[in-house]
């Protein structure tokens, strides 16, 4: 059993398009969290929910909604995509937002934008 | 605000070698915790250790071992008898124990283990 799933593993699509990536984790954990993987290798937090509440919303263009309609679950909307959206995106999740708890990822979703 | 630098982009090795990669940490606080993650070409992200401020022990897991030392703000991270399957990207992380903080990561190393 993964422990934390994304779906789609690759999303290629067109600029202007608007597109859903979706996560979930059995994990039983509270928090969830979306980071970005650029083309280097840099990962950087984006947002983090504790039990379905935003903590953390770092410097993201409001193209980029999460919504997470439970705690098991943070999903990320993407509108009106750009070609500086293509990355990876990684979701991972601990069992509580204290800094010592190990963030587990899930396989990440590569995302690409002609 | 808290950084961490990863000097080394990329390392090459034969197998059987050790090597080490360095992992240097900036922050003002006297609480943080460190991490090491790994991601092999298959892409995923995959936890090693945590090691918080106040434990400078030395751990050691099979073939990995880490050195954390406070006086120089490392956490190095060593891979005795490297094996082609230890290629991969190595990613150092930090986080604080103040508010809601973030985990900082590295840029990464890229680790090339050849037969």
């Known amino acids: 059993d993964t422990a934390v799933s994304q779906t789609p593993k690759y999303l290629v699509t067109q600029m202007g398009n608007d597109k859903s990536i979706k996560c979930e984790q059995n994990?039983?954990?509270?928090?969830m969290y979306w980071y970005k993987q650029d083309s280097k290798k840099f990962l950087k937090i984006m947002f983090s929910?504790?039990?379905?509440?935003?903590?953390i919303n770092e410097t993201v263009p409001n193209r980029f909604s999460p919504k997470s309609p439970d705690k098991a679950h943070l999903n990320l909307h993407i509108n009106s995509l750009e070609l500086g959206d293509s990355a990876v995106y990684f979701c991972?999740?601990?069992?509580?937002?204290?800094?010592?708890?190990?963030?587990?990822f899930g396989p990440g979703t590569r995302l690409t934008v002609l | 605000a808290q950084k961490v630098t990863q000097a080394q982009t990329e390392i090459s090795v034969v197998e059987k070698e050790d090597v080490t990669l360095d992992c240097v940490y900036e922050?003002?606080?006297?609480?943080?915790?460190l991490f090491w993650y790994k991601q092999p070409p298959s892409g995923e992200l995959v936890f090693l250790i945590r090691?918080?401020?106040?434990?400078?022990q030395n751990e050691i897991s099979g073939r990995y071992s880490w050195n954390f030392q406070k006086s120089t703000s490392s956490f190095n991270f060593t891979i005795t008898a490297s094996q082609v399957v230890d290629s991969a990207v190595y990613f150092c992380?930090?986080?604080?124990?103040?508010?809601?903080?973030?985990?900082?990561f590295g840029k990464g190393t890229m680790l090339l283990v050849s037969p």
């Open positions: 991972a999740s601990s069992q509580v937002a204290n800094p010592w708890d190990t963030q587990y």
């Open positions: 994990l039983g954990h509270d928090t």
């Open positions: 929910y504790n039990n379905k509440e935003l903590i």
């Open positions: 922050t003002r606080d006297t609480t943080y915790y």
């Open positions: 090691r918080n401020s106040f434990d400078e």
């Open positions: 992380a930090l986080r604080l124990l103040s508010g809601y903080s973030t985990l900082t």
